[in-house]
T-cell receptor, first 115, second 112 residues
Framework: GAVVSQHPSWVICKSGTSVKIECRSL??????MFWYRQFPKQSLMLMAT?????????EQGVEKDKFLINHASLTLSTLTVTSAHPEDSSFYIC???????????FGNGTRLTVT | GENVEQHPSTLSVQEGDSAVIKCTYS??????FPWYKQELGKRPQLIID?????GEKKDQRIAVTLNKTAKHFSLHITETQPEDSAVYFC???????????FGTGTRLTIIP
């Protein structure tokens, strides 16, 4: 089955620094990947849709200059949280589909803690 | 855009009994409805999905029903076991739209 790998699984950083999270589709090519954020005991909120070779599409209220997304290849999308603040602490999960109408598969998630 | 509501937010069930979680959606054009199970600190895992051209789908102890007219769908877990304890999310997607909209989640606890 389709496997999505995400790295790192957890990261602790200081306020003001930037953190990069990688999302890879291991056994399929993904022209589109999705980045979600999940606060404790809450649902998954879509942040942006990552499109290979073009700009990401951000959801309303998500700052594109703060959450930089790069989808440079068919198997890799990266999310960079720039100038991180404690309120950015959250669980970030990427996802992708193997084919237009197939189910969405999630990466393991990255728990970001900003001190 | 699509709006998905999910109830209940928490559910406790005696081991062996059945559990039912319900979701409603707003966009009549939605045609794909997956259910995900998420254990603490882990990724959501797809457990079952249904498309709008069928009314029910079953996979062992898990079943999903869909009422397109009323715009609601439900997850049914029979003969519940302790390992069924987790948070369950429903979701909906519209044909031609890549985005998946999630419900607010149901924390299911199976009481041994």
């Amino acid at each position: 089955g389709a496997v999505v790998s995400q790295h790192p699984s957890w990261v602790i950083c200081k306020s003001g620094t930037s953190v990069k999270i990688e999302c890879r589709s291991l056994d399929f090519q993904a022209t589109t990947m999705f980045w979600y954020r999940q606060f404790p005991k809450q649902s998954l909120m879509l942040m942006a849709t990552s499109n290979e070779g073009s700009k990401a599409t951000y959801e309303q209220g998500v700052e594109k200059d703060k959450f930089l997304i790069n989808h440079a290849s068919l198997t890799l999308s990266t999310l960079t949280v720039t100038s991180a603040h404690p309120e950015d602490s959250s669980f970030y999960i990427c996802s992708a589909r193997d084919g237009g109408d197939s189910p969405l598969h999630f990466g393991n998630g990255t728990r970001l803690t900003v001190t | 855009g699509e709006n998905v509501e999910q109830h209940p937010s928490t559910l406790s069930v005696q081991e062996g009994d059945s559990a039912v979680i319900k979701c409603t959606y707003s966009d009549s054009a939605s045609n794909y409805f997956p259910w995900y199970k998420q254990e603490l600190g882990k990724r959501p895992q797809l457990i079952i999905d249904i498309r709008s051209n069928v009314g029910e789908k079953k996979d062992q102890r898990i079943a999903v029903t869909l009422n397109k007219t009323a715009k609601h769908f439900s997850l049914h877990i029979t003969e519940t076991q302790p390992e069924d304890s987790a948070v369950y999310f429903c979701a909906a997607r519209t044909f031609g739209n890549e985005k998946l909209t999630f419900g607010t989640g149901t924390r299911l606890t199976i009481i041994p």
